[in-house]
């Protein structure tokens, strides 16, 4: 079944697409909220904090959203998650001048961002046949890509045509509009999560997932770190198109290696399949540490994604099948929350780096944060391997 074939079986199209609209507003907050609070000659200082609030509210609401839904259904929590983030959205759009309306609106829209990734995963296996799975996954992970690039895009277009205001309005528009898309969807309607015992670690007592989700929080830290070495890189080399364009570069590996990947029948088991490729994802961040020229450094971006695109889709299978019973939904909530949490982490290390050494030294944070995600995952392989009891129990 190739890509074209997985896209016209039933609701799959819908279901991606409206995830992919109804992300868009994370992507765009991030620069939109900056931007409308400069405009009204907010201090750096407080548009941080602000920005800030946004990002640790998402990381934090995001585990409690998937608990919620594997508990109550997807469309209880969806829609009523995209009517209160899009009012965070808006409430800052109206009164960008008032600190605390604005700190507020920024902690809602955050706490309140729908969990579309999650639950788009939690369907793939009832959307798909269990051999082409796999494949979904690696599609669901390559189109993430778009969501970086569009956001961003829509906001320029925005600005462009009215204001940065004007970009907090649509993302609170697109956001409800994404999910009224999926949560009308029949698979979204019927799904429910099988009934599990009340436990308060939820899918975090399984040993296995737990170390695949601190391996994942390297990976994390190495996009974070990337992110602002591309714009120290830039602004110290003749770089066409400067930062945006190296970032750019690094998506477009990461799609082509998400579907490349997807397109493969792997024989390796998927505990050492996602170990390997996290090693070959550690070589290709040491690469960052020569500091190339411009034209080596655009291929290094380019092999980077190649990488990054892989190692998540194994990480996918993965987590659908460490998670316990009834929290594969939370499960997937917590990867993203912790890649988004490694992510501040990298960024924040890379800085404080660049403001007292070396690019070379700064790009090692990369290396150093995937390297020790190599080793949990190379430690704990025995505790990836799902045993055939478990898997059925799972399926059941």
């Not at 994942?216 to 945006?244: C, K, R, S, W």
């Not at 290709?284 to 655009?298: G, I, K, R, T």
Request: glycine letters at 12%; proline letters at 7%; a neutral charge.
């Amino acid at each position: 079944m190739s890509y074209a074939s997985l896209l016209q079986a039933p609701y799959v199209t819908r279901l991606l697409l409206g995830t992919l609209v109804g992300r868009l507003p994370s992507a765009m907050a991030a620069l939109a909220i900056p931007l409308v609070l400069r405009e009204v000659g907010a201090s750096y200082d407080y548009v941080g904090l602000a920005a800030g609030g946004f990002a640790i509210a998402a990381a934090g609401g995001g585990p409690l959203l998937g608990r919620l839904v594997d508990r109550a259904g997807q469309v209880r929590v969806l829609v009523p998650a995209a009517v209160a983030a899009g009012l965070g959205l808006i409430a800052i759009a109206l009164a960008p001048s008032e600190p605390a309306v604005v700190l507020a609106g920024a902690v809602l829209a955050g706490a309140a961002t729908p969990p579309l990734e999650p639950c788009l995963r939690v369907l793939w296996p009832d959307l798909v046949p269990a051999a082409r799975l796999e494949s979904a996954y690696a599609m669901d992970s390559a189109s993430q890509e778009l969501v970086f690039v569009g956001g961003p895009l829509v906001v320029a277009g925005c600005v462009a045509a009215d204001s940065p205001v004007g970009a907090l309005w649509v993302g609170a528009l697109l956001g409800l509009l994404g999910v009224l898309v999926v949560a009308t969807a029949s698979p979204t309607r019927r799904w429910k999560a099988p009934v599990r015992s009340p436990d308060w670690l939820g899918p975090l007592r399984s040993r296995g997932l737990a170390v695949l989700l601190v391996s994942l929080t390297g990976v994390g830290a190495a996009i974070g770190g990337l992110n602002v070495l591309v714009v120290f890189y830039a602004e110290h080399h003749d770089m066409v198109g400067g930062a945006p364009t190296l970032l750019a570069l690094n998506a477009l590996g990461a799609l082509i290696g998400g579907l490349g990947y997807g397109a493969v029948r792997w024989t390796s088991s998927p505990p050492r399949r996602t170990l390997l490729l996290t090693v070959g994802l550690a070589a290709a961040y040491a690469l960052l540490c020569l500091v190339p020229s411009p034209p080596y450094m655009a291929a290094i971006m380019i092999l980077t994604g190649l990488f990054l695109a892989p190692v998540l889709t194994a990480a996918f299978v993965l987590v659908g099948k460490l998670a316990p019973v009834g929290t594969v939904t939370e499960a997937f909530a917590w990867l993203v929350t912790l890649m988004t949490a490694g992510t501040a982490l990298g960024s924040s290390a890379a800085g404080v780096i660049l403001e007292h050494a070396t690019e070379s030294q700064a790009a090692s944070v990369g290396v150093l944060s995937i390297a020790v995600g190599a080793v949990v995952l190379a430690a704990g392989q025995r505790s990836l391997v799902v045993r055939d009891a478990d898997a059925a129990r799972a399926a059941a």
